[in-house]
C-alpha cells in the first residue's frame, strides 16, 4: 500500500503541480546545457525535477522543506536525481555544474538580501559559461490593490483519496516592496465536510532589468530573456538567463 502523502506536499502538488507551460523551456535548456547534472533551486514536490529526471537528465534537486524534499526523493525513485534537503542560502555541493533552474517565480519569495546570496551561491556552483535561468512572475505591482476578482484564475483541484483538495486564489494585495498572494484552501471529504483555511504568499517585486543588473554584479552576465504566456490558471512569467563570466 501507498504511504499517505502528507497534506503540505498535497497543497504544493495542487497549487504547483499542475503548471506545465514552463517546462518545455527548462527541457530546451537542459539539452543545451553541456553534459553534467542541473540544479533545481526550491524543487518542491519535483514538478521540474522530476520531468527533467524522466527526459534523462542528472538533476540535484534543492528543497527546504523536508516533506517535500522527502516527497521527491520517493517519486524520483529510479531516476537520476540527488534529493538535497537543505536551505539553498547556504549550499556548498563541492562541484560546479553547467545549468541552474529557479523557476515559478521561487526567486521572489526572498528579501532582497537574501536574493543576494542566493545568487552569490549560484555563481559559486556554476562552471564559466554555465547558466542560472531564474523565473520572475510577471507584474505583480501593475494590479489594483486589494481583492481583484476579476482577474483571479480559476481554483486548483485535486482528488487524493476520496478528498477533494480546492485551492482558490482570492486576491492579490499589492504593497510597496512585495504582493501578498491569497489563496482559500478547502478540503472536501465525501460525507460533504469541508475544512477551510487561507495560505498568503509573499512575492518580492522583482523586475527583469533589476534582476539582471544584481546578476552582472556578481560576473553573471545576462544572455537571454523568455517569456512563458499566461495560461487560464497562471500569470505569464519572465525567464531571465544568465551566464558565469570567466573570472
Ligand atoms: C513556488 S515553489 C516552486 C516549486 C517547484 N520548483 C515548482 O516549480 O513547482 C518554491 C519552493 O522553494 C522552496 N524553498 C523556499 N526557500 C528555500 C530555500 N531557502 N532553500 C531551498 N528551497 C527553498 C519552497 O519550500 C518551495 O518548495
Request: net charge negative; glycine share 8%.
Amino acid at each position: 500500500m501507498k504511504p499517505r502523502l502528507e497534506d503540505e506536499v498535497i497543497w504544493h502538488d495542487v497549487e504547483c503541480g499542475g503548471y506545465s507551460a514552463d517546462l518545455a523551456l527548462w527541457r530546451e535548456l537542459a539539452a543545451s546545457a553541456n553534459a553534467g547534472a542541473i540544479i533545481d533551486v526550491g524543487a518542491g514536490s519535483g514538478r521540474v525535477a522530476l520531468d527533467l529526471g524522466l527526459n534523462g537528465y542528472e538533476v540535484v534537486a534543492v528543497e527546504l522543506e523536508p516533506k517535500l524534499a522527502a516527497a521527491l526523493a520517493a517519486r524520483a525513485d529510479g531516476l537520476n536525481i540527488a534529493v538535497e534537503n537543505i536551505d539553498a542560502r547556504k549550499m556548498t555541493l563541492g562541484r560546479r555544474f553547467p545549468l541552474c533552474l529557479i523557476p515559478m517565480q521561487t526567486i521572489q519569495l526572498f528579501e532582497p538580501a537574501d536574493r543576494k546570496k542566493i545568487l552569490e551561491v549560484l555563481a559559486d556552483h556554476l562552471e564559466v559559461g554555465g547558466r542560472l535561468a531564474i523565473a520572475l512572475a510577471g507584474p505583480l505591482e501593475g494590479f489594483d490593490p486589494g481583492l481583484v476578482a476579476g482577474l483571479l484564475p480559476i481554483p486548483d483541484l485535486r482528488e487524493v483519496d476520496g478528498i477533494v483538495y480546492a485551492s482558490q486564489p482570492v486576491a492579490v494585495r499589492v504593497g510597496p516592496q512585495a504582493s501578498a498572494i491569497e489563496r482559500v484552501r478547502r478540503r472536501v471529504s465525501v460525507d460533504g465536510s469541508v475544512q477551510e483555511s487561507v495560505d498568503v504568499v509573499e512575492l518580492h517585486h522583482l523586475s527583469a532589468d533589476e534582476l539582471e543588473s544584481e546578476g552582472l554584479s556578481l560576473g553573471l552576465t545576462p544572455c537571454q530573456r523568455r517569456e512563458i504566456p499566461e495560461t487560464d490558471e497562471h500569470i505569464a512569467s519572465t525567464v531571465v538567463v544568465l551566464q558565469l563570466s570567466p573570472a
